[in-house]
């Protein structure tokens, strides 16, 4: 009996304060921890949306179908030099593309090499098209014919409609 008087007696005043002092004191820690990482979310965001370049901006998809027709137009043309300014085009929309998808290199071959044939089904077309405009670009003789610069399009077609661009 004389332990549950004692216990019953004891003046719990002493440790209640000391708890609300405890508990005072971690929740004024967590409330500058969350503002703290509050803030530092706010700076990283400022900084992703200023280094966002303007092509970086979603265009419609109507707006896409325009640019690659204008391609296509250019790739039918009877001057060769304009069939080679479309697949060179074409090459440089695909880079342009997976640079935003986020596949990083200096050029798109090297972006080429850093996508795994499962996650795009026309790698391979992407391949046989960018080495038609590597030939355009690293050889002063090259002669590209009608049928090969149709070819070299439909194959960045299938990739632009796999990407879902157009």
Known sequence: MDIITDYLSFDFHGIIFWW???AAFFSTLFIYGIAYSVY????VF???????????VPVEKNDNVEEWKKILAKGASIDENERKFAIIAADTLIEKILNLAGYTGENLGERLKKIE???????NDLWEAHKVRNRIAHEADYKLTKEDAAYALKNFESALRELEYI
């Open 20 to 22: 609300k002092m405890a």
């Open 40 to 43: 530092n979310a706010e700076q």
């Open 46 to 56: 400022k900084t992703v949306r200023a280094r966002a370049k303007p092509e970086q």
């Open 117 to 123: 044939p499962s996650d795009l089904d026309s790698l």
